[in-house]
Nanobody, 120 residues
């Protein structure tokens, strides 16, 4: 059974930090690119950060570059998103995603999401 379980969201003041975690099971973690997406009310889901299966150079949404860091732990089957200098516009539900593209077939797994609210 595939599971992606996010945690670490919450309420934080502007300028604060949070670390999101996503623990995965039910598939081979090492074979999948891992990403964090977010969706704010009334907006489309957007890609925040992605790290490849081999931990190649991560990609970031322009608005989070220099503030957010994505990383993965192969022993713990976990991907993290360290978020610093948080801004109110970072408020959203954050989703963990696992993706594998093989032989032109894309496999996507999603977590249930964790709420991040940045407010004073």
């Amino acid at each position: 059974q595939v599971q992606l379980v996010e945690s670490g969201g919450g309420l934080v003041q502007p300028g604060g930090s949070l670390r999101l975690s996503c623990v995965v099971s039910g598939f081979i973690f090492n074979n999948f690119d891992m990403s964090w997406y977010r969706q704010a009310p009334g907006k489309e889901r957007e890609l925040v950060a992605r790290i490849t299966a081999t931990s190649g150079s991560p990609n970031y949404l322009d608005s989070v570059k220099g503030r957010f860091t994505i990383s993965r732990d192969y022993y713990k089957n976990t991907v993290y998103l360290q978020m610093n200098s948080l801004k109110p516009e970072d408020t959203a539900v954050y989703y963990c995603n696992a993706r594998r593209v093989r032989s032109l077939r894309t496999t996507d797994y999603w977590g249930q999401g964790t709420q991040v609210t940045v407010s004073s």
